[in-house]
């Protein structure tokens, strides 16, 4: 058979996804499946995008965002952790060996805030620890002082 | 008997000593870090985790310096002062001395690990990073102040003088330290035997790993190998080697 012809009778890859939406709160770990269908083998990209215009860094939201898929059908899990808060979307990629980009539905992701570290409950403690610790050293001193002094005399 | 040397060292230390001043400074540097990350807006969930994992490892690599300072002047700074003959004359046994100095020497790392523990609350809270935190800095702190601390004594001992004692234990952990801060260092072959032999790039690299990697804390155990050794052997040393350390004038003769 013609190369040319046999490319041409190649269906196009598809991809879907589910869910189509999610909810989270910062720090929950969240998962989405994906199934790719391609006559030829490539890898498939895990991307996040936030529609807030936070800064996403794919390294702190997942640690494995490239996965092998061979040629037919192939069901993915994609496990990510919701590091900021925002609507973001999940979204995977096939890149195939020829041709062009095929992108998957987008998984919708909500993430809540979940407040861990305030400035009320640091700057007493940033404050208090470094008082305590040099008024007991005055003290410490001041005594050492006096008792120096009484044998002296 | 080295129970009563190690509680006298450690009065000398505390009571009146530079202990106190030394943890007061200390604590100054743990507030600035604490103050700076808790009003960082920008900060993520994982970079929660990271100030953490920073704390516990500022808090290792400075409480580990404090106690080297504390061991490395243990028996030459009372030599030059003119305290150790008195000390020698005493019915003691002289591994008591030395043992009980290297105990309380160990009690400045304590000290701070006591002082960090607020700072960890407070960072911690809400990314399950207290509990562990302070676990880590405690035994794997513990390990490596417990080591370098020992080496610090031995410094002590063999100097003549007391600024020998320091600038070597002070040169030593900067060549220990130092490794540290090259990037991605243990993803090289050549990297990674660096860091399993150094017993702080050891620890802060185990510690990084449960801390921010949220590994198991069995994954890399093996690193821990180094400060282990080097706190067994140092201690062996010290307890084998004391009586002819403990002398008058430095060096073994």
Known sequence: ?153 | MTRVIAGQECRDLWIGGRGPVLVFGFSVLLSAMTYLAATNRAMNFLEQREAVNLTVQVALAVGVLLTVVVSADAISGERERGTFEALLLTPVPRRAIIVGKLIAATTMWLACVVVTIPYLWVLGRGVAGVGPAVLLALTVGTLVATGLGGIGLLFSAGANSNKTSLAGGLLLLLVLFAPTQLPALPKTGVGEVITRINPIGSALHYVSQILVSQRNWTHDLSYLASPVLIALLVTGVVIVAGPRLVRLTAGLK
């Open chain 1, 1 to 153: 058979m013609n190369p040319l012809y046999a490319l041409l009778l190649l269906s196009d890859p598809t991809i879907t996804t589910s869910p189509d939406d999610l909810t989270a709160v910062v720090g929950q770990t969240l998962t989405v499946e994906s199934v790719v269908s391609s006559d030829r083998p490539g890898i498939a990209h895990l991307n996040v995008a936030s529609l807030d215009g936070v800064y996403v860094d794919l390294e702190d939201w997942s640690q494995e965002v490239t996965k092998a898929v061979p040629a037919h059908e192939t069901q993915l899990e994609w496990e990510f952790q919701a590091v900021n808060p925002g609507r973001f979307v999940v979204y995977v990629v096939l890149i195939p060996e020829h041709g062009s980009l095929v992108a998957g539905p987008p998984v919708h992701v909500t993430v809540a805030r979940r407040e861990t570290l305030d400035t009320g409950s640091a700057v007493p403690v940033a404050i208090a620890v470094p008082a305590l610790l040099g008024a007991l050293t005055v003290i410490g001193r001041v005594r050492m002082g006096r008792r120096d002094s009484g044998r002296n005399s």
